[in-house]
């Protein structure tokens, strides 16, 4: 087929913009915006709803159909069709139509002689000769930028509040107060470097970034859906933290993420790298269709990886080709292909419909060296309970005539946990009320289930047995992994994004707009993962360098970093954006140093304060006259406020936790057989925020009213609201109020007067000193209450203490 | 000190700190925001008003939605779509060419019809057709307009009800309700705009009031029954609310210093956050106290003294509150519906359960001169097959007569905003299987709905993925005929 970057472009080279006397006007930046928004919806790539045989998203097409006519905008059909006052005629038919400013933008463009550009997303990165000297390469883009818009960078932040900040980022925990006063004794260049060196050292790292990249593999720990039946992906989550820590290139990342399972010998670690894309949430309510089933994940998998890999929205390309970007359909279906290779992961269970279950590779998983030692133990007893319960089976099938009559008659079946056994039991006693001759092998077989169960020569050991599986079961977790069929999977297309209506035969490939594919990789995802990581590829090393940029400045330099597209805004620093993806895979894609890079710049280092004119020149901050400042996200906020009342705990990895939520929650979900929520005890009262279990059904509420979600989907940026809810949410959640109450006492015990006392407690969460005025409001409300309590209330709901500053 | 009286002074000491605060002087991009927030209920919303991102793209006929969901699926032809030619059938299997392909969720195509045993009978002047499980209703039969060719494109609960309030039978996308306040935002700065009530979660969970890819803020609030509708209303035990109206002017005072250095906007965002939380401890538990009402309305909803009403009639005399005070879209979640066992002792009593209450609101919003400009809806996500289940899907036992869940037609009742009076639309084949005459899928009913608020339903769109989404995809048409 006809690929859409190579068709010619005449005017390729004109990049910089062209001038007519009147002001220049660039293609990507102008005018591509507004075809895509007003045109290319019937005159674009998709040809299926193409109207009037025209396409304007290549030059030729409009040229050939007389639509532009070069150099003549007032004798082209386009500019006609969008200016004319006949309504009928006029162009977009629906919504708005172009504005003065556009029409006049078009004219202009026409009238240069309409050269078209690539979009410059599927372009690769173009490096820039950088001035020789000493400016960070970061300042020097940004810098250029401030120039033009006629703004001067901030001096640098305060040194308490630039390593509140640095910490925040890089580990997700405040800095000690010990710390803050170390680096304000000496805040030089080497010693910023020092901490910046530590704090990426800190195995608290891995879990600060995790969070980030858990959005992105919309990591859970349940369903979703009807029932939300519980799953154990925390090995997967462990795994990201550790790949994190120890700085995994993101290459070897990515390629163990997509396709650990088919490296050769792959190591555990590598299989559970590929929990990745099973964590989608997945429906297995009453009467869903395994077969719809399989194609919603797949669809899921094509989608995420598009998102986070190449910000390509490929959804549109699953019912008809993508109307604004080129990406046909059948493209969309060659992608589907690699993981349509899967093998079957879920079956119905028993003969019943209600129930699914997954039946797709998993790796069985042990924690600590204590567990496993403790797994063998009962694993040897076990086998010891079932040899003695074999023996005893003859006795209880000699009795069963007996039994049968007996258990009928009495009321025993109300003690019998009938979810134990197959479905067909469960209903009542169906089964021992057939007379034996007539029952099936099947329900023979579930009766003397039932006999051994309840006779008291095999009952005992049948209820031994369950307790030791069941403990054994919470010992070693199963998490799911990929796996695919050795034999080719045969995809084809699906009409109207309709899977029961099958349209032509496609085989794994990738979008043609794109670098081509090495005819050497595999057919299969481990092709396509190298495929993803090839420095040829224009975008994954861009799309990658733009997220942890958000995550660090809070907006993108592409502020949609889920789509790079021909609808996505401009980037604000283009050579920036080039610069960071080209050093990344230099610096071979190593995701620290992308940080410390990121980290070292003047830029970053800047104060966040501002006057009231310099916000109004710049109120988003996009061009960066001043440092990052936004509200944390809801895990760093939990993870911060405990920390900051001493009660955090430092512990890393291992299963999810369960502190205290407000009752009922987990009972509300519809269908669910765990509906008990298992408040946890002790420390895992105060883990990390990425560690509370994640209940799709019904996610904990501090998590929600904080822009977090119930992960149902891949999450590549959150919003960050600012509601009352989170007040009360802050102030009266048990565990916020627990945490005011060790913080109190903590403040009690700073030796000094009320006012040490004051200042420590502001350092200790905010790292800067308090002005005189913010000292006195905090010693007023103490001395007017008599106890620390309500100060230590204020401070953990102060705006600077929710906020990287 | 009564609650209020404490209120009262210390909405004097606030407005003291706030002039302290224009003193100083710099007011940046926030000013607009703050300046409302002295207007008292005017503005600075959280929950969304100063957010609405339309006037409105025309007149509109509602200017909010009590949305009444059937969790599960109504049965349409025991309830509003009466199918005598059934008893015909009864125990036969319907023709095949009906059947061939079509998704059944637990039964089969071949599975025998079923008659309905209600009398169904002309209601009000307008002789509009019920059947007898809702005397009630019946009373209001002249304000409703009944569609009986509603169809969707999913069989299974969760997706269902995904697809009647975002449009898509998967998580992630905005509901209905997310978009009416995405577009039209709140009209009281002090109530979130979109409120969900429920006597249990539907089967989708909180995503059946998610705001999907719109920002957060949009997304519904779920008030809980009871004294505290929300989670961490209430203080501490033993913080007095003068203590915490102390803490919250620290905060203020605090947050103010910090402004003066930042000058972030969200910092007097947050300060008025603040101060809104503790005016809705107060103004929250009032709004939710029921007692307030006078008998003669209670006994409207079922909820005096020998009245029956539980749940469900509390929420919708909530929603009545909600209403009046300006909240823009509440939705209400009635679970048990899925009436695929036992049909015909199980569906009267959850008809019983709903009727009073449902006839209830429509006088009650009549009364008060609401009812012109609220829009009340009531249906579930699907029907239910004209053919019957007999057996338990998990165990396959046999069980007394069922419906199966039912995409191909179903019905719905709205009334108020914008709506005929009196008015049946659309029609059914002779078994309830099919529509012959004016389909109505969902996406045109959203389109409908959003038309009746004043919204353009193609123009109203969120840029997410690089594509212009709205509340009905790439499709939907405006049902013109059903508009008063």
């Known amino acids: ?805 | 000190m009564k609650a209020d009286e404490i209120d009262r002074l210390r909405a004097g000491n606030r407005s003291l700190a706030r002039r302290e605060f224009f003193r100083r002087g710099t007011l940046g991009i926030g000013s607009l925001a703050l300046s409302k927030l002295l207007q008292d209920d005017l503005g600075a919303s959280i929950f969304g008003n100063d957010n609405a991102i339309l006037k409105s793209h025309h007149a509109p006929k509602a200017k909010r939605v009590i949305f009444l969901h059937m969790v599960g699926g109504p049965s349409q032809m025991d309830t509003f779509d009466p199918k005598p030619e059934l008893d015909k059938w009864d125990g036969k299997s319907l023709p095949e060419e009906l059947t061939r392909g079509q998704k059944f969720a637990f039964i089969t195509g071949d599975a025998r019809a079923i008659r309905s045993p209600y009398s169904f009978a002309p209601r009000g002047e307008s002789g509009m057709i019920m059947s007898e499980l809702f005397p009630h209703l019946a009373t209001v039969a002249d304000e409703l307009t009944m569609i009986r060719s509603m169809q969707t494109n999913e069989i299974n609960h969760g997706s269902g009800e995904l697809f009647l309030h975002t449009g898509h039978g998967r998580l992630g996308r905005p509901t209905f309700g997310a978009w009416t306040s995405y577009g039209l935002g709140s009209e009281n700065s002090n109530l979130p705009s979109y409120v969900v009530l429920k006597d249990q979660h539907p089967n989708a969970g909180p995503s059946a009031w998610s705001s999907g890819f719109l920002p957060s803020k949009h997304q519904g609030v779920l008030f809980r029954t009871g004294r505290n509708p929300l989670f961490y209303l209430e203080n501490p035990h033993d913080v007095s609310a003068s203590e915490r109206g102390d803490v919250i002017d620290a905060i203020g005072e605090l947050n103010g210093l910090a402004f003066d250095r930042y000058q972030d906007p969200e910092i007097q965002t947050r300060i008025a956050q603040y101060e809104l939380a503790y005016r809705m401890q107060t103004s929250v538990p009032e709004l939710s106290d029921l007692k307030r009402e006078p008998e003669h309305v209670l006994s409207l909803y079922g909820l005096d003294a020998d009245g029956e009403g539980g749940d469900f009639a509390k929420n919708c005399l909530l929603a009545r509150r909600l209403c009046e005070r300006g909240v823009r879209f509440v939705q209400i979640f009635n679970k048990g519906w899925d009436h695929h066992a036992n049909i015909y002792q199980a569906l009267p009593r959850s008809a019983a359960k709903v009727d009073r209450a449902c006839a209830g609101l429509l006088i009650d919003l009549k009364q008060r001169g609401l009812l012109d400009d609220t829009l009340v809806i009531w249906g579930g996500e699907f029907g239910r097959t004209p053919m019957v289940q007999e057996n338990n899907a998990g165990t396959g036992a046999k069980t007394a007569p069922g419906r199966d869940h039912h995409k191909e037609c179903f019905t719905i009742w709205m009334a108020g905003g914008g709506v005929k009076k009196g008015y049946t639309y659309g029609a059914t084949d002779d078994f309830g299987f099919g529509v012959t005459e004016n389909a109505v899928h969902v996406h045109d009913w959203h389109a409908t709905c959003q038309h009746l608020l004043g919204i353009d339903h193609e123009q109203l769109t969120y840029r997410h993925q690089g594509r212009d989404f709205r509340l009905t995809d790439v499709h939907g048409h405006i049902v013109r005929n059903i508009l008063a």
């Open chain 1, 1 to 805: 087929m006809i690929s859409f970057s190579r068709l010619p472009f005449i005017f390729l080279t004109i990049t910089c913009g062209i001038s007519t006397g009147e002001e220049a006007v660039d293609f990507s930046r102008d005018i591509r915006p507004i075809l895509s928004g007003k045109c290319f919806k019937c005159h674009g790539p998709d040809s299926g709803s193409r109207e009037a045989d025209l396409r304007l998203d290549l030059r030729d097409a409009a040229l050939d159909a007389e639509a532009i006519i070069a150099g003549a905008a007032h004798e082209s059909s386009l500019f006609d069709r969008v200016t004319t006052g006949d309504l009928d005629d006029r162009m977009p038919p629906k919504g708005k139509p172009l504005s003065q400013e556009e029409v006049r933008l078009l004219r202009i463009w026409i009238d240069a002689g309409a050269p078209y550009e690539n979009h410059w997303a599927y372009e690769k990165p173009v490096p820039t000769d950088l001035p020789s000297g000493s400016t960070h390469p970061i300042d020097h883009f940004v810098r250029a930028r401030l120039e033009e818009k006629g703004l001067r960078p901030a001096p640098p932040a305060d040194p308490a509040v630039l390593l509140r900040r640095l910490s925040l980022d890089l580990i997700g925990i405040p800095p000690t107060i010990e710390e803050v006063s170390r680096f304000e004794r000496d805040p030089s260049e080497a010693c910023y470097e020092r901490e910046v060196d530590r704090l990426l050292a800190s195995n608290h790292f891995g879990e600060k970034w995790a969070r980030h990249w858990l959005d992105l593999a919309r990591y859970a720990d349940s369903n979703g859906y009807q029932h939300d039946d519980l799953r154990t992906m925390w090995p997967y989550r462990d795994w990201v933290i550790n790949a994190l820590n120890e700085d995994m290139p993101f290459d070897r990342f990515t390629i163990e993420q997509l396709a650990g399972d088919l490296l050769p010998n792959p190591s555990r670690e590598q299989l559970v790298a590929t929990g990745f894309h099973r964590n989608v949430a997945t429906n297995f309510s009453g009467g869903s269709k395994v077969r719809e089933l399989r194609a919603d994940i797949l669809h899921d998998r094509v989608s995420t990886t598009g998102q986070v890999w190449l910000a390509m929205t490929m959804e549109c390309s699953q019912c008809h080709d993508h109307k604004f970007d080129p990406i046909p359909q059948r493209d969309y279906y060659e992608l589907y292909a690699y993981f349509n290779q899967a093998v079957t992961e879920f079956a119905m269970e028993g003969p019943g419909m209600f129930r699914k279950k997954f039946i797709g590779a998993d790796l069985p998983f042990v924690g600590s060296r204590i567990d496993k030692r403790r797994v063998e133990e009962i694993s040897d007893t076990i086998e010891l309970v079932a040899a003695k319960l074999e023996e005893a089976k003859a006795t209880a099938l000699a009795d069963q005539v007996k039994w049968e009559r007996e258990f009928l008659d009495s009321d025993r079946g109300a003690n019998i946990p009938w979810k134990r056994f197959p479905w067909n039991l469960r209903g009542g006693l169906n089964h021992l009320r057939i007379p034996p001759a007539k029952r099936t092998d099947d329900e023979k077989l579930n009766v003397e289930a039932l006999l051994f169960y309840d006779h008291p020569a095999t009952g005992p050991h049948e209820r031994t047995l369950d307790r030791l599986k069941e403990e054994r079961d919470d010992l070693v977790a199963r998490t799911m992994v990929m796996k695919d069929e050795k034999e080719m999977v045969p995809t084809n297309l699906f009409l109207r994004g309709d899977y029961t209506s099958l349209g032509e035969h496609v085989e794994p490939g990738v979008p043609d707009v794109l670098h081509p594919l090495d005819p050497g990789l595999p057919p299969n995802r481990l092709g396509l993962a190298q495929w993803i990581v090839d420095p040829e590829n224009p975008l994954t090393a861009r799309v990658t360098v733009n997220r942890f940029w958000a995550e660090i400045f809070g907006r993108g330099i592409v502020t949609t970093p889920e789509d790079f597209g021909m609808q996505s805004p401009s980037p604000t620093h283009p050579e920036l954006l080039d610069w960071l993806a080209l050093e990344f895979i230099r610096q071979d894609w190593s995701m620290k140093q992308l940080i410390k890079t990121i980290v070292m710049s003047e830029t970053y280092r800047q104060t966040a304060t501002a006057c009231a004119e310099k916000m109004a020149q710049d109120p988003a901050n996009e061009w960066l006259a001043r440092g990052p400042r936004f509200r944390l996200s809801a895990e760093l906020i939990r993870d911060n406020l405990l920390a900051i009342s001493g009660r955090l705990s430092r512990k890393i990895g291992g299963p999810a936790v369960y502190p205290p939520q407000p009752e009922g929650l987990w009972k509300e979900i519809s269908g669910a057989d765990v509906s008990h929520y298992p408040t946890s005890e002790g420390e895992d009262r105060q883990r990390r925020g990425l560690y509370t279990f994640l209940r799709r059904g019904n996610p904990n509420p501090m998590v929600l009213n904080f822009d977090g979600s119930g992960r149902s989907a891949c999450v590549t940026s959150r919003d960050r609201s600012n509601t009352p809810v989170q007040a009360l949410n802050l102030l009266n959640d048990p565990c916020y109020v627990e945490a005011a109450q060790a913080f109190a006492a903590w403040i009690e015990g700073v030796p000094g007067d009320d006012f040490s006392k004051a200042t420590a407690a502001f350092r200790r969460a905010v790292a800067r000193q308090p002005s005189e005025a913010e000292r006195q409001a905090l010693v007023a409300l103490y001395e007017k209450h008599g106890s620390w309590f309500s100060v230590a209330q204020v401070i953990l709901n102060l705006d600077e203490t929710l906020t990287k500053s």
